[in-house]
T-cell receptor, first 111, second 110 residues
Framework: GESVGLHLPTLSVQEGDNSIINCAYSNSASDYFIWYKQESGKGPQFIIDIRSNMDKRQGQRVTVLLNKTVKHLSLQIAATQPGDSAVYFCAENTGFQKLVFGTGTRLLVSP | IAGITQAPTSQILAAGRRMTLRCTQDMRHNAMYWYRQDLGLGLRLIHYSNTAGTTGKGEVPDGYSVSRANTDDFPLTLASAVPSQTSVYFC?????????FGPGTRLTVL
């Protein structure tokens, strides 16, 4: 059937602030999680990943937190910049390399 | 390094026509995927291939077919396009768990 466009949750922050984007996942058996960034007109770009045997992983300016008890994932971006403006998707690996994506959060960074 | 390329970039197609979206990767990844992304939604898996010569159905396979004759190429075919197939199509490949995406094809079916 026809797909219905949904209003994306939006997070608006000032440049230099820290941003936190949240995601709830569905499958308690998922063992691998990824955050993707998608800029307008482009494909999703890998940001950071985390396995289920970890609860925190840090990258350059980004940190992913995993709470398996409540099936929650968050992406923290430090010192947010205008170039961070994009839609952010979490994805869970439900097995056999199949990813299930969340609907996304739009991050708007004001100078 | 090209990564993943998709063609065409965009296409307007009359309903009922046949269309093949092309996807090529130069990373020698075994697994490849096709997703569609509709306005405001996340990506939904159409078909996948774990290795050359094998394919599988994803979440929304109806109206689409794929083939995987070799490692590098994974074309997606719409045998008879319908307006509900208007979407942005992304191809991806994987070296294990992480999937890497192409730039997408914007398809409009009228």
């Amino acid at each position: 059937g026809e797909s219905v466009g949904l209003h994306l949750p939006t997070l608006s922050v000032q440049e230099g602030d820290n941003s936190i984007i949240n995601c709830a996942y569905s499958n308690s058996a998922s063992d691998y999680f990824i955050w993707y960034k998608q800029e307008s007109g482009k494909g999703p770009q890998f940001i950071i990943d985390i396995r289920s045997n970890m609860d925190k992983r840090q990258g350059q300016r980004v940190t992913v937190l995993l709470n398996k008890t409540v099936k929650h994932l968050s992406l923290q971006i430090a010192a947010t910049q205008p170039g961070d403006s994009a839609v952010y998707f979490c994805a869970e690996n439900t097995g056999f390399q199949k990813l299930v994506f969340g609907t996304g959060t739009r991050l708007l960074v004001s100078p | 390094i090209a990564g993943i390329t998709q063609a065409p970039t965009s296409q307007i197609l009359a309903a009922g026509r046949r269309m093949t979206l092309r996807c090529t990767q130069d990373m020698r990844h075994n697994a490849m995927y096709w997703y569609r992304q509709d306005l405001g939604l996340g990506l939904r898996l159409i078909h996948y291939s774990n290795t050359a010569g094998t394919t599988g159905k994803g979440e929304v396979p109806d109206g689409y077919s794929v083939s995987r004759a070799n490692t590098d190429d994974f074309p997606l075919t719409l045998a008879s396009a319908v307006p509900s197939q208007t979407s942005v199509y992304f191809c991806a490949s994987s070296d294990g768990d992480t999937q890497y995406f192409g730039p997408g094809t914007r398809l409009t079916v009228l």
